[in-house]
């Protein structure tokens, strides 16, 4: 990977993203980190940026546990107003 070719895709949103380069005793650190997604990640490779597919499945294991979480409340809210139906009449 260049320092061009980081510059190019820190450049595409350059108020939403960071690079940071680290040079350790034996080897090249290159830490990408996109402020919309609130995620980073270290790479060696541009094509190697992937934080966009991690979010979205990031998100859709979150949606997926609260719509099982509020399902299971629904569900028991439904099942207690069908008793108090029952009850009442």
Same mark, same amino acid.
């Given at each position: 990977?260049? @320092?061009?070719?980081?510059?190019?895709?820190?450049?595409?949103?350059?108020?939403?993203?960071?690079?940071? @380069?680290?040079?350790?005793?034996?080897? @090249? !650190?290159?830490?990408?980190?996109?402020?919309?997604?609130?995620?980073?990640?270290?790479?060696?490779?541009?094509? !190697?940026?992937?934080?966009?597919?991690?979010?979205? !499945?990031?998100?859709?294991?979150?949606?997926?546990?609260? $719509?099982?979480?509020?399902?299971?409340?629904?569900?028991?809210?439904?099942?207690? $107003? @069908?008793? !108090?139906?029952?009850?009442?009449?």
């Amino acid at each position: 990977m260049t @320092i061009d070719e980081c510059l190019k895709w820190q450049q595409e949103k350059p108020e939403k993203r960071n690079v940071s @380069i680290y040079a350790k005793s034996d080897k @090249i !650190e290159i830490w990408v980190y996109d402020r919309d997604l609130a995620d980073g990640q270290y790479v060696q490779d541009v094509a !190697e940026i992937n934080m966009d597919r991690r979010h979205a !499945e990031k998100e859709r294991k979150e949606f997926e546990r609260l $719509k099982a979480k509020f399902a299971a409340n629904q569900t028991d809210d439904c099942m207690e $107003k @069908i008793m !108090e139906d029952r009850e009442g009449a």
